[in-house]
Nanobody
């Protein structure tokens, strides 16, 4: 069992930056691939970024590639999402997820956090 808690969301102006963090409790954090997903109002949850168990491989959606960076620290049971050059269309609830499979897609997620709101607006 893995519990995930996100933090770092908030209100930011277009072009600004935010750093989301996800802290995991439970054992064997390093056994899981980790991902970030987001869900905007009226839309389905979508993939944002993922990182493999060791951190050696990452993947990004086309919409965030070059702007967002995912990283993890297995010693601290944490995964982060650095978001730069934010756009209004990035506004959504962002969810952290853990799963055993790679590539990490939404159906791979076995555990979810409660989500953190990111709002990009002037």
């Amino acid at each position: 069992q893995v519990q995930l808690v996100e933090s770092g969301g908030g209100l930011v102006q277009p072009g600004g930056s935010l750093r989301l963090s996800c802290l995991a409790s439970g054992r064997y954090f390093g056994s899981y691939a980790m991902g970030w997903f987001r869900q905007a109002p009226g839309k389905e949850r979508e993939f944002v970024a993922a990182i493999s168990r060791t951190g050696g491989t990452t993947a990004y959606s086309d919409s965030v590639k070059g702007r967002f960076t995912i990283s993890r620290d297995n010693a601290k049971n944490s995964v982060n999402l650095q978001m730069n050059s934010l756009k209004p269309e990035d506004t959504a609830i962002y969810y952290c997820a853990a799963g055993a499979n790679w590539p990490f897609i939404i159906s791979s997620a076995a555990y979810w956090g409660q989500g953190t709101q990111v709002t990009v607006s002037s």
